[in-house]
């Protein structure tokens, strides 16, 4: 048997990195104080910030020395899951409200489409968190695709450059590896995907990219399963 699921990555991948890094960055660093002062003692957010306190190594750091942090994390593109589960519920916020849409490459949302009616299982792997990518895919500039993924994968399974996060995803899709397929932009990423035993494909968008020895590809279109 060939192919049977596909993990995309996002960023770089079906959606412009520009668009994640200008809009989503953006839209939560801006949007942060506002959103922290109503929802500072909701249950989820209380939790996400006392995760990141104790990250700061600050178990006392109030609301402004809050938004401060995080937005030097926003910054660098920190990937600790707390900060990326906090930025996805702020997006939420900006997605309901029509403040943006979620940018999807016409190549990536096509073919994802072809996939799924080919009975491929898509899922979605990224660092922003699970219902991050589910809400960039349901309000995207193609339409909402959120119906043709199984799941999203964050890094509550491991970080994206661990072989280890691979096998975890894995085990929850119970498949074999050779019957996986996972595309990005990242030769770091592809090449724990490859240790783990998955079948790879590189998607270069653009100059500067670093380049590895996977399959590689301008666009989905030139994706042959």
């Known amino acids: 048997m060939g192919v049977q699921a596909i993990i995309v990555d996002t960023a770089g991948t079906t959606t412009d990195f520009q668009f994640i ?6 839209y ?18 209380s939790n996400l910030l006392a995760d990141i306190r104790a990250h700061a190594k600050e178990p006392d ?11 030097e994390w926003i910054a660098a593109d920190n990937k600790l899951t707390a900060l990326k589960t906090l930025q996805g519920l702020v997006w939420k916020q900006g997605y309901l409200k029509g403040d943006f849409k979620g940018h999807v490459y016409a190549d990536a949302a096509e073919a994802l489409k072809a ?14 968190s699970a219902d991050a990518q589910d809400l960039l895919f349901k309000h995207s500039n193609e339409g ?14 491991g970080q994206k450059k661990t072989v280890q996060a691979y096998k975890n995803i894995l085990n929850v899709i119970s498949l074999w590896p050779k ?15 490859r240790d783990a035993g998955l079948r790879t494909c590189q998607v270069v968008r653009g100059e500067g990219v670093r380049r590895g020895d996977h399959n590689i590809v301008d666009d989905f279109s030139q994706l042959k399963l």
Request: glycine share 2%.
């Open 28 to 45: 939560s660093a801006d949007a942060l104080p506002e959103f922290l002062e109503h929802h500072h003692n909701d249950f989820a957010v």
């Open 61 to 71: 750091a109030d609301l402004p020395r809050l938004v401060e942090l995080i937005r």
């Open 21 to 26: 890094k200008d809009t989503l960055f953006s």
């Open 179 to 193: 019957h996986v397929l996972f595309v990005s932009d990242d030769v770091e990423e592809l090449n724990a995907a």
């Open 115 to 128: 996939w799924k009616a080919a009975g491929k299982r898509l899922y979605s792997y990224s660092s922003s």
């Open 144 to 157: 909402d695709l959120s119906a043709l993924f199984y799941g999203h994968f964050d890094t509550n399974l």
